[in-house]
């Protein structure tokens, strides 16, 4: 839209009587809601004559939500693909509509399905200008939860089209505007995928909006059957061939689509979902392995990917196979295959094990090892208890990075020192933290030494949602956007290291969590001497996500310790951020940024303020962020 110039309606302007808020053919109702919403405000009753049923339920969701009825507070996020199936379904749509609208003070908006805007077109100035003043742009979230009352976000809660008209919002802010939105499903599953937005000032509304918006969002869901449709069928073909020859539960993931046939529907819950999608979306998880259900049953699952048809594209699908495991079927197949036993160290799940003697074979070798994993995973006390276990008569360096934030000369120096002493073993911790011109430095060293007896093992650590390998780069934001990454500085130091190894994070060996919590009890030195859990208790423990790995789970224990009743650690004992997790499946992008705030409370032992100034958000928005994932996390 090329913008023109409106006149910007005063504040005391109101919507002529002809607008209908619900259709273009029905009577106009005469609700005028001003004065119920600032007796709802003051916690006095509404007449149910006087405010819509639909808006009445979102003031009190709004309230619920502590939404502050006078001021906008939207977060943002800028993370956005425009070239995701939704924004190349709508974006015809939205030039058709755009051209349309061409000089009129509308406003035509694209969310994803939490409420996001993701795109914007005004051929309004004043229209335009007011919008950004309150925040209605592309990056903002205009859910309920942060802006109350409004076409977007009360058709995202609904799930249906709203209509919301001048005083109807909650926020005084934007009783100046009408806005209708509906929501655009995916024609296969029935998910929203976003919503499709007409906002105008309060006065030029029209009931033709809610029209509108419909036949947008149809004309946008036709388009995405035809862009989705065949990565789905390729999906489906493999599912229906699958089923044919297999006996085992059978599931078969896309991105917006999960097919399960009779029986892995009746073996597998929301939660087991999620775990299934972390499983794919990391090529590793989809090796033979075991995976323990929420419900406590334990499962041998197999998988693969479904190609689509565009050549070295991205997998149609992922294909997983699922076979309950029976109690007699319990011990290891290959017990002959035995793990030494490693001081400190608790683990027999076949990944783990995996990474344990990869780990051994490199340290009686002498070979340069690469040990990457996520935070928390205990890759520094893994490679002190291989050392032990191989050389325990030979010396051990520890150099962390962040030591060389002091200065980089002295601690270049001390790492020099001990790699030129030709004997023992030296272990480089946090090599994500070091500048690209230490990083440069630190390759000189490591050059000069090469030759050297002894191993020499360097610690990295990646963010949950990063590949192994994939270099370095630029940290995420709170919003979990990782910013666009350069070219690894670090390639030239990972490049001196002939092997490397991938300790797997927790909520990829769950099955270790029983060993662990033993080995992590007795590490306590708790005074009752054999203190052990329930099995309600080591459920809960295995069902949980692990964001912050085995120093999360070392946390939580703590925490039980301190709160139990009992000689046993009940479920009850343990934090609540263990018992109250979301209660909806939660998308990739929640999934990071719940991690990351997790990450952050842990890291300052709790304490929400410091953690918000850390990830760069506001007290407010943490709190909020808080209350929605269920996140409580103990001291």
């Known amino acids: ?66 939404v502050d009825a006078d001021h906008i507070q939207a977060p943002y996020n800028a993370d956005f693909d425009p070239h995701s199936r939704l924004a190349t379904a709508a974006r015809p749509v939205l030039d058709r509509l755009s051209d ?24 309004d100035r ?22 109350g009352t409004n076409g977007i976000g009360t058709a995202a809660e609904d799930g249906r089209t709203a209509l919301v008209l001048g005083s109807e919002h909650f926020c005084v ?31 030029t509304a029209s009931p033709l909006m809610v029209a509108l918006v419909q036949e947008a969002a149809a004309d946008i869901e036709e388009r995405l059957l035809d862009i989705g449709s065949e990565r789905e069928r390729a999906a489906l073909r493999a599912f229906l061939t699958s089923r044919q020859s297999t006996r085992r539960a059978l599931v078969t993931l896309t991105d917006g689509l999960l097919l399960a046939d009779a029986a892995a529907t009746e073996m597998l819950g929301p939660a087991d ?143 020099f020192h001990d790699l030129a002493e030709d004997r023992g073993t030296v272990v480089l911790r946090h090599l994500e933290l070091l500048s690209a011109h230490v990083l440069g430095q630190l390759d000189a060293v490591l050059r000069t030494t090469a030759g050297r007896s002894g191993w020499v093992a360097a610690l990295l650590t990646h963010d949950r949602h990063r590949q192994p390998g994939a270099g370095g780069g630029a940290p995420p934001g709170a919003d979990g956007v990782t910013a666009p990454r350069q070219a690894d500085p670090a390639a030239a130091v990972r490049a001196r290291f002939g092997a490397a190894v991938t300790v797997p994070p927790l909520r990829h060996r ?67 951020s263990l018992l109250s997790q979301a209660q909806h499946p939660l998308s990739a992008w929640e999934s990071t940024e719940r991690d990351l705030i997790v990450q952050s409370l842990l890291d300052h032992g709790g304490d929400k303020a410091k953690a918000a100034k850390a990830l760069g958000i506001s007290r407010a928005t943490i709190y909020r962020k808080i209350t929605a994932y269920g996140i409580r996390l103990g001291p």
């Open 273 to 415: 979902h999620r775990r299934l999608r972390e499983l794919a979306a990391d090529p590793s998880g989809l090796r033979e392995q075991r995976m323990l259900l929420s419900d406590g049953r334990t499962v041998q699952l197999r998988g693969r990917q479904v190609e689509g048809d565009a050549p070295g594209g991205h997998p149609a699908a992922y294909l997983i196979e699922l076979r309950l495991v029976a109690e007699r079927d319990e011990p290891a197949p290959h017990p002959a295959v035995r793990m030494p036993r490693l001081a400190g160290i608790s683990g027999s799940s076949p990944v783990f094990r995996g990474a344990v003697s990869q780990l051994i074979r490199h340290c009686r070798q002498g070979r340069w090892t690469l040990v990457e994993g996520e935070a928390g995973t205990g890759k520094q006390a893994l490679v002190r208890a291989v050392h032990r276990h191989v050389a325990p008569t030979e010396p051990i360096g520890v150099h962390d990075a962040a030591d060389a934030k002091a200065g980089a000369a002295p601690w270049l120096q001390a790492v």
């Open 126 to 147: 004043a229209l335009h200008r007011h919008l950004d003043d309150i925040s209605l742009a592309p990056g903002f979230s205009y859910a309920e939860e942060y802006v």
């Open 100 to 123: 349309a609208l061409q000089g009129t003070p509308m406003c035509l908006i694209l969310t994803d399905s939490k409420g996001r805007v993701r795109e914007r077109r005004t051929g």
């Open 510 to 576: 769950t099955a270790d969590i029983p060993a662990l919590v033993t080995c992590l009890l007795a590490r306590h030195g708790d005074d009752s001497g054999g203190l052990g859990c329930t099995d309600a208790a080591l459920r809960a423990l295995s069902r949980a996500p692990w964001p912050g790995n085995v120093r999360q789970l070392d946390g939580s224990l703590r925490y039980a310790q301190t709160h139990r009743s009992g000689p046993l650690i009940e479920e009850s004992d343990l934090p609540p």
């Open 1 to 66: 839209m090329e913008p023109v110039e409106s006149v910007e309606p005063p504040e005391t302007t109101r919507r002529p009587p002809t607008a209908s808020p619900l259709g273009p053919g029905r009577p106009v109702p005469h609700l005028n809601p001003v004065r119920e919403r600032a007796r709802f405000l003051e916690g006095g009753d509404v007449s149910p004559s006087a405010v819509r049923p639909p808006i009445l339920d979102s003031w009190q969701r709004s309230r619920f939500f502590g």
């Open 173 to 203: 802010r934007l009783q100046r505007m009408s806005c209708a939105a509906a929501p655009i499903r995916n024609p296969v599953s029935g998910r929203v995928l976003g919503l499709i937005d007409l906002t105008s000032w309060q006065h």
